[in-house]
């Protein structure tokens, strides 16, 4: 599969995953292809209910805006294999 097929797909699982919440703000960050394990990693940023309530109390109280939250879904280039989502820790720096 080529690489905007697996940015399809991923969000279409993202969304999937997360139908029983409403996510907003999804954003494309990254995508690398894992040579070794044969799969697409790609990472979405976006914003869930408790992120957004964070960022409407934040700005009424004058705070900074909410931190976004980061998720990589694998989609492995082999058809019979299940994709899966997990948290993207960022570095502090």
């Known amino acids: 599969m080529d690489v905007k097929q697996a940015i399809a ?20 960050e990254e995508v690398v292809f894992d040579k070794q394990d044969a799969a697409w990693l ?11 309530t964070t960022a409407q109390w934040g700005a009424f109280a004058g705070a900074s805006q909410p ?8 989609i492995p280039n082999d058809e019979t294999e299940l994709p899966s989502v997990k948290i993207r820790e960022l570095a502090e720096g």
Request: charged content about 40%.
């Open 9 to 28: 797909k991923a969000r279409d699982y993202l969304r999937a995953v997360f139908s029983d919440e409403p996510i907003s703000d999804l954003r494309l």
């Open 42 to 52: 790609i990472t979405f940023g976006l914003l869930r209910p408790s992120d957004e």
């Open 67 to 74: 931190r976004r939250t980061y998720k990589v879904v694998r």
